[in-house]
């Protein structure tokens, strides 16, 4: 249709003038051109309200999913600490020193409680007078060892609360990452010493691939450091820092929910970049001063629509060949009186000269 009836031949071969377009030619021109724009504009509207819709359901599907797991893992985190509670009140009822009653009190409560690596009691002072188990990794004994350099300890003195440590690496009975629940215990209105249970990572890991078994989305705890838990993405362990990148972050249809697009990245088209963005949102979780990540890639998403642009072309396409088809037909049978009038009326002098 450019070509046809824009100006570009004439300025391009002004001697030869405007090109001369068959009737039947402009009428398969505006017949098909009637058929292909609005189905174009069709198919471009039908990608864009799926996508809208899609848009809006992952968002609440997000925010609904954060909101279960949280409570889930609110609810993990209340029987652990009741289990270190009651390793703290043994404080008040046995002596300050080690003894194989107490050592047996805490067999029990490790034995009812399996995501502990271990449990211990330990003094005001911060020396450990019951350790289940006895003996660490390293076949040494846990029994008087000095925890008062870590930060727990000084919270729980001040407080005089439960507390739940960020993560660190374990020294004493274990020498992995973990973090630790502890609840001190009181004798006359003062700090006495306190209960504590490290927490296995691997078990709390099992509980959050539990929750990610039903659904396709990635769920990463951070501590008040912002530093990783546990995880279920893939790459990210204990104490890592989640990658500072360049992003485009946009607010998502339902507020809490944002859409993470990762910055222009060289010798990478824009729908490549795509396949790393997520929608995600942000949850405190209740009593542990951690913030649960809940993520949901765009990648399968975006090849869903990919499929749906795909078939949507082809079925375009398929009209577009029933409109040439038809159009062709159409302005044929719509040309056809004026081509025979033409016919019949060529040379129409000489034929009359001649009688014919």
Not at 63 to 72: F, I, L
Not at 91 to 110: A, D, H, N, V, W
Not at 323 to 332: E, N, P, T, V
């Amino acid at each position: 249709i450019i070509l046809l009836y824009a100006p570009l031949r004439r300025r391009m071969r002004p001697d030869q003038g405007a090109p001369a377009v068959p009737y039947s030619i402009i009428l398969l021109h505006a017949t098909t051109a009637f058929l292909m724009i609005p189905s174009i504009i069709l198919l471009l509207l039908v990608n864009y309200l799926e996508i809208q819709s899609h848009h809006e359901t992952v968002s609440r599907q997000v925010k609904t999913d954060a909101s279960q797991t949280e409570r889930s893992i609110a609810r993990w985190v209340t029987v652990n600490m009741g289990a270190v509670q009651a390793v703290a009140n043994l404080g008040s009822t046995y002596p300050p020193r080690p003894s194989p009653q107490l050592q047996e009190k805490l067999e029990e409560i490790k034995g009812l409680f399996p995501d502990f690596h271990n449990v211990y009691l330990a003094d005001e002072t911060g020396t450990t007078i019951g350790f289940y188990p006895p003996r660490n990794e390293r076949g040494e004994s846990t029994i008087g060892i000095n925890f008062s350099d870590r930060p727990y300890f000084t919270q729980l003195k001040e407080t005089l609360r439960p507390v739940i440590s960020d993560v660190f690496l374990g020294r004493g009975g274990v020498f992995v990452e973990i973090f630790s629940m502890s609840a001190p215990f009181v004798k006359d209105g003062t700090f006495a010493g306190f209960g504590l249970g490290a927490i296995n990572l691997v078990r709390l890991r099992a509980v959050l691939n539990e929750i990610s078994e039903q659904s396709e989305m990635s769920y990463t705890i951070l501590d008040r450091n912002s530093a990783v838990v546990i995880s279920t993405s893939p790459g990210r362990n204990p104490l890592d820092r989640l990658p500072e990148t360049r992003v485009s972050i946009t607010e998502s249809v339902t507020p809490g929910v944002f859409l993470r697009v990762p910055g222009a990245k060289e010798n990478i088209s824009v729908m490549g970049t795509w396949k790393d963005a997520a929608y995600y949102t942000k949850v405190p979780i209740a009593d542990s001063g951690w913030t649960l990540l809940v993520e949901c890639p765009v990648a399968p998403l975006q090849k869903h629509f990919y499929h749906l642009a795909i078939n949507g072309l082809i079925v375009v396409s398929a009209l577009f060949a029933l409109a040439l088809f038809a159009s062709l037909l159409l302005s044929r049978e719509i040309a056809r009186t004026l081509v025979r009038l033409a016919v019949l009326s060529r040379d129409i002098p000489d034929r009359i000269r001649k009688r014919e």
